[in-house]
C-alpha cells in the first residue's frame, strides 16, 4: 500500500487546523471491520516515518477509531530517534480497569504544535483491550509506559494534554529535547499507591 500522509485522509491533525475534530470520540473498532489492517499499518507507517514520534492515537491522523499504536516504551527511548519497531504495542478498544500512583512528565504532543505541559499522569495503569487480531488481553503499564499510555488514551475521548497540563510551555522540539535532559525536568514518580483521578474523564 502506497500512502502520502500528506494526503488529506491520513494527514496529521493539529489544533491549528482541527481542534474540534481533536476533540471529538473516538469510536469503538467492530471485529469485522475491513479496514483495520489497513489502518494499523498507516498508524505504523506514519510513527515510523517521524523517528520523533513515541505513540500515536488513530484519530490524530484521521481514523476516529479506538486504536492506539505505541512504538517507544520508556523515557530513555524517547529521546532517541531511532525506529522501535520491534516494541511495538497495537491497542484496540483499550479500557482502562484501574489506575493508580502519581507521577510529573513535560509532555508534548504532535498534534498540539510546540505546547509542551507538565501534566500528572497515574503510575500503574491496568488495561483491557484487543490485539490486532482481536484476541482480549489485560495488561498492566507502568512508569513511563503507563504515562504514554494515558496520553493517547486521552485522544480516544477527545481530551489533550493541555487540558490538564499544570503548567504550559511554548517550547520547539529541540529544545524540548535539551530541556528534558535536565535532571529536574526528567520524569518523575510521586507515588506508586496514591489513589489517581483524572480530571475529566
Known amino acids: 500500500m502506497n500512502m502520502k500522509f500528506s494526503d ?5 491533525r493539529t489544533i491549528e487546523k482541527d481542534e474540534e475534530y481533536l476533540r471529538s470520540l473516538s469510536l469503538d473498532v467492530l471485529k469485522d471491520d475491513s479496514n483495520l489492517n489497513e489502518e494499523i499499518k498507516v498508524l505504523s507507517n506514519y510513527c515510523r516515518s517521524n523517528g520523533n ?13 479506538k486504536i492506539i499504536y505505541i512504538m517507544k516504551t520508556d523515557e530513555y527511548d524517547a529521546l532517541k530517534e531511532d525506529d ?29 504544535m510546540d505546547n509542551m505541559g507538565l501534566v ?21 503499564f507502568e512508569g513511563f509506559k503507563a504515562t504514554i499510555f494515558s496520553h493517547e488514551y486521552d485522544h480516544l475521548y477527545g481530551i489533550l494534554h493541555i487540558d490538564i ?35 475529566l474523564r
Open 8 to 12: 488529506e485522509k491520513y494527514r496529521l
Open 53 to 65: 514520534l513515541i505513540a500515536l492515537a488513530s484519530i490524530q491522523i484521521g481514523i476516529p477509531k
Open 84 to 112: 522501535f519497531e520491534d516494541k511495538k504495542i497495537v491497542m484496540i478498544n483499550p479500557k482502562i480497569v484501574e489506575e493508580k500512583g502519581e507521577t510529573y512528565y513535560f509532555e508534548a504532543c504532535a498534534s498540539c
Open 120 to 140: 500528572k499522569r497515574p503510575y500503574s495503569v491496568k488495561v483491557k483491550y484487543y490485539d490486532r487480531n482481536f484476541n482480549e488481553k489485560t495488561e498492566t
Open 165 to 199: 497540563a499544570d503548567k504550559i510551555y511554548n517550547m520547539p522540539q529541540d529544545e524540548r529535547k535539551e530541556f528534558r535532559k535536565n535532571d529536574e525536568n526528567k520524569y518523575k514518580i510521586l507515588s506508586k499507591t496514591k489513589e489517581y483521578k483524572h480530571p
